[in-house]
């Protein structure tokens, strides 16, 4: 039998083998890196609380849900004479573990479900009646032309198809709330400053705004802004913390 002929081996350029060598080893390395992620999450969100904790979380939920009950009781009327304006922007700047789960849905049903969010409301009785029942949690104000204008040109998004889509264009602007006369984010901004006859489905279209957190601007007190504090109402004065946050 006749001696078979070699074969010759394939040839792989020592290029490609030191590619993939890298590649194996990148590989390992972002598995170590992802594991170590995953194992520090699952400490760091591992937290023992001690009773003392949850007795004053306790107690503090209590203490918040007795001064909204003394806050709902004010007369609100007062606060609608201060102003010709029929706007108000409230920004949310505080309540974690120390609101009562009422409160916690009072600010819900303003859409300000996270701190340092932002929202355009109408001036009214009821709207008052809210603010005052969730005061050391919110600041609010009256804000101008220029504030309006640069928040919605700066942090605008609107919900399009059950999604958060930012105002980079006015098509979203025009599909959505075309069937009003609304077709462009001047519209828009016109139609919020004027507390227009289409001001709710407005407000509805537009998410609440993500501000930043301002530096200096806030002290984490719950006293109201007239008495030294951060909360309640600032009346013109929002302006100049919209500015800081925008």
């Known amino acids: 039998m006749a001696d078979e002929v070699p074969q010759p081996l394939n040839y792989i350029p020592e290029v490609i083998l030191k590619k993939r060598k ?35 979380e306790y107690r503090d939920k209590e203490m918040d849900l007795v001064q909204m009950k003394q806050r709902g009781k004010r007369r609100a009327k007062g606060a609608l004479t201060t102003s010709e304006s029929k706007l ?87 599909q959505t709330l075309g069937q009003y006369g609304i077709i462009c984010l001047e519209d828009v901004v016109r139609e919020i400053a004027s507390v227009g006859p289409h001001f709710k489905e407005v407000t509805s279209f537009l998410c609440p705004f993500a501000l930043t957190k301002p530096e200096k ?14 909360s309640g109402n600032r009346q013109d004065h929002i302006n100049e913390l919209i500015s800081k946050m925008n």
């Not at 170590?32 to 007795?55: G, T, Y």
């Not at 101008?144 to 640069?150: H, I, P, Q, Y």
Request: zero cysteines; glycine letters at 6%; aromatic letters at 10%.
């Open 88 to 174: 108000l922007f409230v920004i949310r700047i505080g309540g974690k573990s120390d609101m009562h789960p009422r409160t916690r849905k009072a600010l819900y049903s303003l859409r300000l479900r996270k701190i340092f969010s932002g929202v355009f409301v109408k001036a009214n009785e009821r709207t008052l009646e809210i603010l005052q029942k969730v005061e050391p949690f919110v600041t609010y104000g009256y804000p101008n032309l220029k504030s309006v204008k640069d928040l919605i040109y700066k942090k605008g998004s609107g919900k399009f198809d059950n999604q958060r889509v930012p105002l980079t264009s006015n098509d979203i602007v025009e």
């Open 22 to 56: 890298n590649n194996e080893e990148w590989a390992i390395r972002r598995k170590l890196q992802l594991e170590q992620k995953v194992r520090k999450l699952k400490s760091d969100s591992f937290v023992i609380k001690k009773p003392e904790q949850f007795i004053r």
């Open 217 to 230: 601007a806030l002290q984490g007190k719950k006293k109201r802004y007239n008495d030294g504090g951060d």
